[in-house]
């Protein structure tokens, strides 16, 4: 069986989850600690990095306390109200610590806990929202990246992980209103912008790299391929639009005129992977793919300008453009690790109900469900409780109630699934309680005794 994306991150890598429910709190079994991950081994965490304009001084925290090096506040003095500048910047960078925090230590099977979190955080500005997203970014770019056997393919351990979290937080932030600008200030707005940003700084280092070493540094290398993953990500999710897909792919390898680095290819076969079988739903979105296959087609097919007919790619580069063409063929099968493996079970409603309580206790529940008092159990006839829990942890995540299995779907179950646990359905495989795997269009059938 493939292996369950339950960590993303092994245990022992990253931090330390600070919540640690007892059993009494989570009734069917506790979540454990080392079911944590950070960013990946060798990925740090980025500093915390001043977001705001210069003009006060960098607040320094020490020892519990907060130093400015602004001359208004004095050489070293201990931070107070001297300069209100840097005392809406500490408060600022106090919730990028904590935003960075908490997305560090996400579970890919407990995302409610971190959103929930990270939407109790006081966004009280759009640079505080700003500088917020910028460091979530941070983060996303310097995820770990994981090749194939073959080599052709990279894919980032945890992008799909940070875009469940991302899109469940949008509707629960505040918006805010800007003098001259007759569009309301949104998070998914300023995510987006960061998003750019970050693209068109990453396209200018990346030539800043050729022309300085002939070459694509490593790091440039990962931290493009993880921002391009990320977007993907955000397109399944219709944050993104189609014509922005088609953007990127452009700047990647589009142009007729300009023979596309490598790593290029590499940035654009992951991109394709992750949004192919979205695109293809469309008639528009088929027919672009159908171009960017033909323009990759083209360019595995270039040779070198020096006249002995050799390749120009790489054997690995041309063998990501088989592997994309034969992916489109078999109708985009999910890649390996990149989905969570999840099973239902059907329960009375007094279990269902206690460990609806439990997850409430640890705010795992939906952040659209938190302020509900008591699970939402009604009683009729020929509905059933089910409880959600990873295939291969045992660990209840999730209860769902009310329903009718057969009049249910395979799919339809799986976009209840996702809705209380925020793990976007195309990343959810289902199974039931004898590990039978459940397919889109299968009807439900009750498996009470």
């Known amino acids: 069986m493939e292996a369950e994306r339950d960590d993303l991150v092994r245990p022992g890598q990253g931090l330390t989850d600070p919540i640690k429910p007892t059993p009494e709190q989570v009734s069917i079994d506790p979540m454990k600690p080392s079911q944590g991950y950070s960013a990946g081994p060798g990925v740090q965490a980025p500093a915390v990095q001043d977001a705001i304009k210069p003009g006060h001084g960098t607040i320094i925290p020490y020892a519990g306390h907060a130093f400015c090096d602004s001359p208004g506040c004095g050489e070293g003095a201990t931070h107070d ?11 600022r960078m106090t919730l990028v610590i904590q935003v960075v925090e908490h997305m560090s230590k996400a579970r890919a099977l407990f995302l409610n806990i971190t959103v929930n979190m990270l939407v109790a955080l006081n966004y009280d500005s759009v640079p505080t929202l700003e500088a917020a997203v910028a460091h979530i970014l941070e983060l996303v770019q310097n995820d770990k990246i994981e090749y194939c056997e073959r080599g052709e393919f990279a894919h980032t351990l945890c992008g799909a992980t940070y875009a469940d979290i991302l899109f469940s937080m949008r509707l629960f932030l505040p918006t ?9 200030m949104t998070f998914t707005r300023i995510l987006l912008n960061v998003v750019q940003d970050a693209f068109e700084a990453l396209a200018k280092q990346f030539k800043a790299d050729l022309d300085a070493l002939e070459e694509m540094s490593e790091q440039t290398r990962n931290r493009f391929i993880a921002l391009v993953s990320f977007i ?25 005129d300009r023979r596309p680095h490598e790593n290029h290819l590499r940035c654009a076969y992951e991109l394709l992977q992750i949004v192919g079988k979205e695109l293809d739903t469309t008639s528009q979105g088929n ?7 033909k323009r990759l087609q083209e360019l595995t097919h270039t040779r070198t300008l020096e006249g002995d007919d050799e390749p120009l790619y790489s054997l690995k580069a041309r063998g990501g453009n088989d592997a994309l063409n034969e992916a489109r063929f078999k109708g985009w099968p999910p890649r390996p690790a ?11 409603h007094e279990l269902a109900i206690k460990a609806w309580d439990g997850l409430k206790d640890v705010s795992a529940l939906p952040p659209g469900d938190m302020h509900l008092d008591r699970a939402p159990y009604r009683e009729k006839e020929g509905n059933v409780q089910m409880l959600i829990s990873g295939v291969m942890t045992a660990t209840t995540n999730a209860v769902v109630f009310n329903k009718n299995l057969s009049a249910l779907t395979g799919a339809q179950l799986k976009e209840e699934i996702s809705y209380q646990t925020s793990i976007h359905v195309s990343e959810i495989r289902l199974f039931n309680k004898d590990c039978v795997e459940v397919m889109d269009d299968a009807k439900l059938l009750s498996q009470a005794p």
């Open 232 to 256: 993907g990500h955000l397109f399944n999710r219709r944050l993104v639009a189609s014509r922005v897909v088609a953007q990127i792919i452009h700047d990647l390898v589009g142009v007729k």
């Open 176 to 184: 805010f209103r800007v003098p001259r600008d007759p569009k309301p």
């Open 287 to 293: 027919v672009l793919m159908t171009q960017f296959q």
């Open 81 to 91: 109200q001297k300069c209100k500048g840097c005392h809406a910047k500490m408060s």
């Open 338 to 348: 990149t989905q969570i493996l999840l099973k239902y079970e059907e329960v009375d």
